[in-house]
């Protein structure tokens, strides 16, 4: 028995999220592996409201479980029996644990907070072995920190312009990877929650009372008077591109090292421009910064779809257009190492079968079971 938790998260909205999390739940099924469907916010709205084109809800089937806001339930066209009333609140009312008894579409809405979504995730560890999948809101993917990895969606809807494209998603993977921080037990042992910076032999130096750090005033604050040969600087949030600046402008003289430690990669990703911010983070090798992470989340794989509305002026309306998919999808794969997949083409086959290469054996002091 195992379980798996992923996240899928689009870049923007029409980038096929929905369409590729429908495709995996089919191949799920077709395996005949249990299914814990949730969201990061709200999602499943009849028509997208900007475009006003249809959007794919999710279908379930029986003894799907389901966690999603009390008020969805009854807006579901899904037979629901309600499992568990948690403690976790949404506009749309109380996260409800539920099970499909007969088969509809279904509106989910779940946590926003890393900590609610954690403690979701647990809930529904406690059910069974499986595969749990947070289905990513527009612009909401930090909380996906708590998962064991993420699925990106992204495409034409993002942008038309295929290198620029190309180029932001090589760095939304690259983010991704950034490498494990050194000593990484004894950094995470002291359970850091505000930005601090540590010594060589991780003794506190400076610190602040944020999570980011967000002025050039802050970060010149904290190393005023730092003279250690290296430095830890934990950040368990984020940061900005004048930050990193500052960083490379002090250090470029230097001969001091500095390990710039971010809790994970995932809260990085919601940088305002992906690529300057990953270049200005790179840059910061030449001064002997280095980016690290005390966790990683993996990016499983990405998935293209070359769709995107297009606004006629004369009509006021927005109709269907695509992009050419085969360029897409070249340009996308030249510049990643990990899978790239359109699964309206190809399905999901391929796509689960990476999602559980990462799954790990279920293990629970004790199992609820459910009639």
């Not at 794919?56 to 009854?74: F, G, H």
């Not at 066209?77 to 409800?96: M, S």
Request: charged letters at 20%; proline letters at 5%.
């Amino acid at each position: 028995m195992f379980e798996v938790v992923i996240g899928i998260a689009g870049t923007a909205k029409n980038t096929g999220k929905t369409t590729t999390s429908a495709a995996i739940l089919d191949e799920l099924r077709y395996r005949d592996i249990p299914i814990f469907l949730t969201s990061i916010g709200y999602d499943g709205e009849n028509l997208d409201n900007i475009t006003g084109l249809p959007k794919p809800k999710l279908k379930v089937m029986n003894k799907d479980i389901i966690a999603t806001a009390e008020k969805c339930v009854a807006t579901s066209t899904a037979q629901l029996k309600i499992l568990d009333i948690t403690n976790i609140h949404t506009p749309l009312g109380k996260v409800v644990i539920t099970q499909v008894l007969s088969p509809g579409l279904i509106v989910t809405a779940g946590p926003n907070k890393s900590t609610e979504v954690r403690l979701l995730r647990d809930l529904l560890h406690q059910i069974g072995p499986g595969v749990t999948i947070f289905d990513g809101a527009l612009n909401r993917i930090a909380p996906m920190a708590e998962t064991d990895g993420i699925i990106l969606t992204t495409g034409a809807a993002r942008t038309t312009n295929i290198p620029v494209l190309s180029l932001e998603t090589e760095m939304l993977w690259r983010l991704s990877n950034l490498p494990y921080a050194g000593q990484i037990s004894k950094l995470a042992e002291k359970k850091v929650t505000c930005v601090t910076l540590l010594n060589s032999n991780l003794q506190e130096i400076a610190s602040s009372q944020h999570p980011s750090l967000l002025t050039v005033q802050e970060a010149a604050r904290l190393f005023q008077g730092f003279d250690d040969s290296e430095g830890h600087l934990i950040i368990p949030g984020v940061t900005t591109e004048k930050v990193l600046q500052t960083l490379y402008e002090f250090f470029i003289n230097s001969e001091q090292r500095l390990f710039l430690t971010f809790a994970d990669p995932i809260k990085l990703l919601t940088a305002d421009n992906l690529v300057t911010f990953y270049q200005k983070l790179d840059k910061l090798y030449e001064a002997g910064v280095f980016a690290v992470v005390l966790r990683r989340v993996p990016l499983f794989a990405v998935t293209v779809n070359p769709f995107y509305p297009e606004y006629r002026f004369e009509s006021k309306t927005y109709v269907p257009n695509h992009i050419d998919f085969h360029t897409l999808e070249v340009s996308v794969r030249r510049k990643i190492a990990i899978p790239v997949y359109n699964v309206a083409r190809h399905g999901a086959k391929h796509l689960v079968d990476i999602i559980l290469t990462h799954a790990h054996r279920w293990e629970a002091p004790e199992t609820v079971y459910f009639e």
